[in-house]
């Protein structure tokens, strides 16, 4: 490269030719005054004749070492002035030039270029630098193009929202035309176009019938690497041919991957190889870059909508789970009720009249009664006169039928009781007022606690039956671990019907505890009652917030909307209680 | 002596025939009809015009309650006696309500049912005895509540504790109300601790009733 030519454009032949012509003019201006110093010399010795040869001499001598004086003086003068002069227009103001470029650019201004003057070592340093600051540019631009997409494709989590608008953006960088998007359908292990933009309809349609066998596509999905087409170069594609007609003869094919995974395959399409954008193996690289962030928002938008299915599922089993349980917690309390309490009810009635009968029946006279019967010895019978003596007389046989009597009375208690536990029936019959009310009556006994009941908005209305069954149940829990945990003295709760959202708030005045750490912990045995009620109200499109103090008390706020559920709740709207 | 006519209502068989026999035993009282829900209790009422009915609470149907009413509407002479198994004053009251003069439970059916029937016969009330002291009870308690001699400290307040007064009597969490005021969560607890010491108010309870009083609720603002 370092031709002749490029010497005598250098900076060192520059100088040494500057210094050489300094010294020629020198040589000149000296030969110039000692000319003119012998000249005066000769012109004073002829006009004085009378002079003498040692005076000439020294009159020689003395111009001559004045003259040299003068020389070395003047020399040095030009030499400094013209290398002066020579530097700074070859070298500090270049310099000073590419200075400010550097501190344009410095603060990212990547567009500054350095002016090339000349070619010498400056020149070639400024090409240099701008060669640097273009690749600087690039490598840039590539950064913010990966930057911009990761914006894009990250700003959604619907997979055909996130493709399309990666699709744009890469066609806005790469200045192509066309491209789309093609992921493979598990099931019909067909390629899909999930996004296209500025694709021929043809195109469009052939690609539906891509069997995703062969065809480019298929090659980049199973290699994992891209490929590029130029000037039409032939490819296996349905689309080829359509592609063709409309002039784009440019195309490349890159995977979209995620964790070495190929989920799909992005296309790309120009007019023609030469006008599009840089396409170098660095830009390919840039391109796989893309396909990577393009491959991961697939496989976050996928695990989002796996995420959301799970959570609708998760929602519909548990609700599912709740109603079940509720239904079958009233079946089996309204078969406690009406079959067993009834059939009890019957043997205590039966029992009555046999009291009534056993004091009104005159034994001695009518004998033995079956009943009696039943309940003595053979032996007895064999001889009446011990079975008489030994034997149940009216007073015992009543007192014998009034403890089965209260036996059963008992047996009626508890099975009420055990329905009552399992799902009141005032919460059918009565509604959730008169529910809460009667089982905070026990609850108030049972707990040892001061019970505040207030119920505002509601009187005679009944609230939508799902709700009323959440509101109570909630309730319950909230109660309940008041009693457990929260060594309270009294507890409010309010019952709120207003506008068109039902509210309870539970507030006890106990040591109360660290909400946050724990309601946001995982679910375990210790929170998961909290977790439950707070499910409950999520369930109808309710919130339930706890705030606690420690050492100043709970309040559990639950609000479940209204609107658009079946009620009496809508009559009567400015009815209040006091 | 005439013999008191009984309609029986209830939709358990065994329930029924029990009654049945049950009353049969009493010489002044005569079953003339059995209704087996709601709706043929009104109308066998109607035709036979007992001068009490038996009647269940809980039935398919009309129930219980429903029945009561019409039948008490429509029969003045007719008197109603509850039978169930909800040992429960909110049914109680409901049955009140609806015009019934006795309530019986059926775990106490044998000794107390016949009672029952001659006491609301008469044109008097009878109720299972656990119940009088419930009603007592409440009287008592309406009673005592009813306390307007309570001092009103309402204007010591500030105008920020006022404020949390009513957002706290709404029902508005700590949190919504700091928001709301722009303060921050502990200083509406300290406001709310300094306002019910002010107002003497030992609970939320009791608050939101001292705020229903005041009228500081905007539902309740042509109210008390």
């Known amino acids: ?578 | 002596m005439n013999r008191i006519r009984l309609l029986v209502a209830d939709d358990h068989p065994v329930v029924r025939a029990g009654l049945r026999m049950l009353l049969a035993t009493q010489s002044d009282m005569e079953v003339v009809g059995e209704a087996v829900d709601g709706q043929t209790a009104v109308e066998r009422a109607l035709e036979l015009k007992p001068d009490v009915v038996v009647m269940d609470l809980t039935m398919e149907g009309m129930d219980g309650l429903a029945a009561t009413r019409e039948i008490v509407n429509r029969l003045p002479q007719t008197r109603v006696v509850v039978l169930t198994m909800h040992d429960n004053e909110e049914y109680l009251r409901q049955a009140l309500e609806a015009g019934a003069s006795g309530y019986v439970l059926k775990e106490a059916v044998d000794t107390e049912i016949a009672v029952a029937i001659r006491v609301v016969q008469r044109g008097e009330v009878f109720l299972y005895p656990s119940f009088t002291r419930v009603l007592l009870g409440d009287l008592l308690q309406t009673g005592g509540t009813d306390d307007s001699s309570e001092q009103d400290g309402y204007e010591l307040l500030s105008e920020r504790e006022k404020e949390v007064l009513r957002l706290v009597a709404l029902g508005d969490t700590n949190r919504e109300i700091a928001q709301r005021l722009f303060l921050s969560v502990r200083t509406v607890e300290t406001y709310r601790a300094r306002l019910m010491e002010k107002l003497n108010l030992k609970s939320r309870g009791e608050l939101v009733r001292y705020a229903l009083r005041k009228g500081l609720r905007p539902d309740e603002a042509g109210g008390p």
């Not at chain 1, 799902?423 to 049972?446: C, E, F, I, M, T």
């Not at chain 1, 319950?476 to 009693?483: G, I, K, M, P, S």
């Open chain 1, 1 to 578: 490269m370092r031709t002749r030519a490029y010497y005598y454009h250098s900076l060192r032949f520059k100088i040494t030719l500057s210094l050489l012509l300094s010294v020629i003019v020198i040589l000149t201006v000296t030969s110039y005054l000692r000319y003119a110093s012998f000249r005066q010399l000769l012109t004073e010795s002829l006009t004085f004749p009378a002079a003498s040869a040692e005076e000439i001499i020294e009159a020689q001598m003395v111009a001559y070492v004045r003259s040299r004086f003068i020389l070395s003086v003047s020399t040095i003068v030009v030499i400094v002035l013209i290398s002066d002069l020579m530097m700074s227009r070859m070298v500090v103001s270049r310099l000073k030039q590419f200075l400010s470029v550097v501190k344009r650019i410095s603060p990212g201004n990547l567009d500054a270029r350095v002016r090339v003057e000349g070619h010498d070592e400056i020149a070639e340093l400024a090409q240099a630098f701008n060669r640097m600051t273009e690749e600087l540019q690039r490598q840039n631009e590539r950064l913010s193009t990966l930057n911009t997409l990761a914006a894009t494709v990250g700003q959604s989590l619907n997979l055909k929202e996130v493709l399309h608008s990666a699709l744009d953006e890469v066609l806005e960088l790469t200045r192509l035309r066309a491209g789309w998007i093609t992921l493979r359908d598990e099931p019909t292990e067909k390629s899909l176009i999930v996004a296209s933009r500025g694709l021929p309809e043809g195109a469009v349609l052939a690609h539906a019938h891509c069997a995703w066998i062969q065809g480019v596509c298929a090659e980049v999905f199973q290699s994992g690497r891209p490929q590029v087409f130029h000037d039409g170069q032939r490819h296996a594609c349905p689309a080829a041919e359509y592609l063709q007609k409309e002039g784009l003869v440019f195309r490349a094919c890159v995977p979209l991957k995620s964790k070495d995974l190929v989920l799909g395959v992005m296309s790309l399409v120009g007019v023609a190889s030469g006008s599009v954008w840089m396409f170098t193996e660095d830009s390919l690289d840039t391109l796989m870059a893309i396909g990577r962030q393009i491959g991961v928002a697939i496989e976050n938008a996928r695990l989002y909508e796996e995420l959301q299915r799970k959570e609708t599922l998760r929602r519909q089993l548990l609700e599912r789970g709740i109603t079940l349980q509720e239904e079958e917690r009233g079946r089996i309390a309204r078969e406690l009720h009406d079959q067993i309490g009834q059939r009890l009810t019957s043997i205590i009635m039966t029992l009555g009249v046999l009291e009534e009968a056993t004091s009104t029946t005159d034994w001695e006279r009518n004998g033995t009664t079956d009943w009696e019967r039943n309940g003595t010895t053979d032996g007895e019978r064999a001889c009446p006169e011990r079975s008489r003596k030994n034997g149940w007389a009216a007073p015992e046989a009543q007192a014998h039928i009034q403890d089965v009597r209260d036996t059963t009375a008992q047996i009626l208690k508890e099975v009420r009781d055990m329905a009552l536990h399992l799902r009141p029936s005032v919460l059918d019959d009565l509604g959730l007022l008169a529910a809460l009310r009667h089982y905070l009556k026990g609850y108030q006994n049972r707990a040892r606690l001061l019970v505040d009941f207030q119920a505002l908005g509601l009187d005679g209305k009944r609230l939508p039956p799902e709700v009323e069954t959440a509101l109570f149940r909630i309730a319950q829990e909230a109660l309940t671990n008041v009693a457990r945990h929260a060594q309270a003295r009294s507890v409010t709760v309010l019952l709120e019907q207003r506008e068109a959202s039902a509210m309870l708030i539970v507030e006890d005045d106990g040591k109360g505890f660290d909400v946050a750490r724990v309601v946001d912990s995982r679910p375990d045995e210790g929170n998961l009652g909290i977790h439950g009620m707070r499910e409950r109200a999520a369930l109808l499109g309710g919130t339930l917030t706890i705030e606690s103090t420690p050492g100043r008390g709970t309040t559990v706020f639950v609000r479940i909307p209204l609107e658009g559920r079946k009620g009496d709740y809508e009559q009567n709207p400015a009815a209040g209680g006091g």
